[in-house]
């Protein structure tokens, strides 16, 4: 029943706390068309501008895709369009929060790894097979380090 209720309360949250009217706002003046998605989230079809460099970034439950939005309801994306629904599940909790949160995780799992997403709190949230993120990347050398210097003074 829950699980069943979220998709709406999610809608209903990511409304009243602005930023699906900020994703809306963002397809308008980038002028992506908006089409009706799955679970109350709307597809922003179409995005033109060169970053971000993925396939598809959410803005409170829009989610805003270079390609179409058959493409990204067709059911070879089913993991892709769960994980970014995901995201917009942590715009409903965080607000405009979200941002400053998001981008600090990012800035770590760059720092930690060189990679934007496999350390990325959000994103291993949401899932990073799903979001086509690699799950395996190594520690940076000096974080090994740290850790290493770390568990030896543990022992
Ligand atoms: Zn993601």
Do not use: K
Not at 52 to 80: K, N
Not at 132 to 149: H, S
């Amino acid at each position: 029943m829950a699980a069943r209720r979220w998709p709406l309360t999610r809608t209903v949250l990511t409304a009243a706390n602005g930023t699906t009217g900020a994703g809306l706002l963002l397809a308008m003046v980038t002028r992506t068309r908006i089409r009706r998605g799955r679970d109350g989230v709307l597809i922003a079809e179409g995005w033109r501008l060169p970053i971000p460099p993925a396939a598809c970034f959410t803005v409170g439950s829009v989610v805003i895709t270079r390609r179409s939005a058959e493409w990204l309801l067709h059911d070879d994306r089913a993991a892709l369009l769960a994980h970014e629904s995901r995201h917009a599940g942590q715009y409903a909790v965080l607000g405009p929060l979200f941002w400053p949160a998001y981008w600090v995780a990012c800035g770590w799992s760059y720092a930690a790894t060189g990679s934007w997403g496999c350390r990325n709190w959000f994103e291993r949230q949401a899932g990073l097979t799903d979001g086509g993120y690699p799950e395996d990347v190594p520690l940076r050398p000096w974080l090994r380090r740290v850790r290493r210097r770390r568990s030896r003074r543990g022992a």
